[in-house]
């Protein structure tokens, strides 16, 4: 992992769409994705558990950002932000110095709890990192603010470590690539509802990646709801934070979530403005084809699908050494129409059975024969045919690639089949 300097970081981490399974988009809308940093780790903890294990360079990264203290607890390293403890004296000359009236003592003593033994203030955990900044900001000290990517660089080192407390509560940076044209109207001036909503659950599902180890390969998520409710507005020109805390997380034999239950806020200005509840089951890809399978309609009349537009070619009808070309018109599970060009189809009626090729991306290729049902001039080109064929030599394989397909690229021909 490269380190970079702080002067030297970049302006924002775009996270990979593989994390976001937008395997056909363009962009990820998510930057920045972190772990809460622990306000304090034990000495022990970081000297005979991390720093052993980092480069020099990481070490001093590191110690720009965590200061090592000791005091009646023992030793410790501190986030330097705002201070987990804080001695009694030591508060009372940050209130004096940076002239703190009582409204913003008040607000102040809402994270922070005297603790009678040891004679110092105690952070406690509902701290929110808005809170933080606005904390910062009373006590004039902004100079303490860490920024977005020095944090994910953070936590990116300390997730390795088994011995650092975690908490599961995650950040993120809404993101949108200069060049990307989204479907808000241009006049409203304002970021649209759904490309936050397609931010969180981009933000969500890769939480469950990189913080609940769910693998890349052989799953497949299972969205259970997603509830969104908007609060205001969503400036364009102000950045927006996300954070996503897991209320519920189950866990797979092999150690990864299987089931999660995320709350997702994104943040403008340090106000909310957005809630997301999202939860999903993470199923084995075998498990839920078996769902799938049970769970199949049964029509009267089989239906047929339209392909997108990328497969109407992908498909070659043989016979005798012969080429017929034609494109895919529609497909259901029991066969297929296409458009022909050149040689007249009817010629192929009594040729018996005609082998064919198709092929889909991620499905793979289809093979088998068919055989020829009708064949229909066409009204507007008398250079063109529709034939209809009918699967009638195809394994198992070919017949599930088939349905596959249709689930991925087809679209249902409504006004024929089902009213």
Known sequence: MMVFEKEEFPAVLPLDKRYTRTYYQDDSFVSNIRRALPRMITAVVMEEHVFPKLSNEEIDFILQYYAKKQDTSGKYYQLKTIPYRIRKESA??????????????????????FDTELQQYVLKDKVTESDEIRILQIVKRRDFYIGNVEKAKISEIFEQFAE???????????????????????????????????????????????????????????????????????????????????????????????YSKLEITA??????????????????????????????????????????????????????????????????SSGFMVRCSGIHPGELANSGQLEFFMHFDIVGFVHGTCILLWVKEDDNNEDSFFAGFRFESISELDQANVKEAINRYGRLIEEREIQ
């Open 92 to 113: 009372e000359r940050i209130v004096k110095e940076a002239a703190i009236d009582e409204t913003q003592i008040d607000f102040i003593r809402n994270f922070y709890q």
């Open 164 to 258: 650092i407390p975690k908490k599961d509560t995650f950040f993120a940076n809404l993101y949108v690539p200069p060049g990307h044209k989204f479907f808000s109207p241009p006049n409203l001036k304002h970021i649209s509802g759904m490309q936050i909503v397609e931010a969180a659950r981009q933000f969500g599902i890769a939480c469950n990646h990189m913080f609940g180890k769910v693998p890349f390969e052989g799953v497949t998520f299972l969205l259970l709801y997603l509830n969104s409710e908007f609060f205001q507005y969503a400036k364009m020109n102000m950045p927006i934070k996300l954070r996503a805390i897991a209320k519920e997380t189950k866990f797979s034999k092999l150690g990864y979530w299987n």
């Open 267 to 332: 943040y403008q200005e340090n106000q909310e403005i957005t809630k997301i509840e999202m939860a999903a089951s993470i199923l084995p890809l075998k498990v839920y084809k078996r769902l799938k399978s049970t769970q199949e309609e049964v029509y009267e009349i089989d239906p047929r699908f339209r392909v997108l537009d990328q497969f109407k070619n992908n498909i070659s009808i043989r016979e005798n050494g012969r080429n017929i070309v034609s494109t895919i018109e529609n497909i259901s």
